[in-house]
């Protein structure tokens, strides 16, 4: 599962993620010592690891669950006779559809 952040995207570490007080340090690399150094190193010359787990999300509109939809139009397909190039056209917009957020492994339709 995924969780979404609102905060602009980070250029360098640290970011607005990082701890505060004695804990000033990325959860990310902690329990590696060679991400721990990298990190310092980000720190010192404002830059970010290949390794940091932020994406940035593109501007979009409202993000919708585009498999289920596909679903529900096969079966508004179905239950309506639509011809078979318009059940095409349909889908096909959909299908084209630009993807914002990329589907998570174990929520996937085939």
């Known amino acids: 599962m995924s969780v979404l952040i609102k905060i602009d995207m980070p250029k360098s570490c640290p970011c607005e993620l990082v701890g505060v ?3 000033l340090y ?3 690399a902690s329990g590696s010592p060679a991400r721990v150094k990298e990190y310092d190193e980000c720190c010192r010359n404002n830059t970010r690891p290949a390794w940091c ?3 940035e999300v593109t501007a ?3 993000l919708i669950d585009a498999d289920k939809l596909r679903g529900e139009m096969l079966l508004f397909i179905k239950e ?3 011809t078979r190039d318009d059940a095409r056209e349909l889908l096909a ?3 084209e559809a630009p993807t914002v957020i990329e589907a998570e ?3 996937a339709t085939p």
């Open 93 to 95: 917009t959909v299908n």
């Open 105 to 107: 492994e174990n929520n």
């Open 60 to 62: 979009h509109g409202r």
């Open 26 to 28: 990325c959860s990310f």
């Open 53 to 55: 787990p932020l994406s």
């Open 80 to 82: 309506n006779m639509l």
């Open 21 to 23: 007080g004695y804990d």
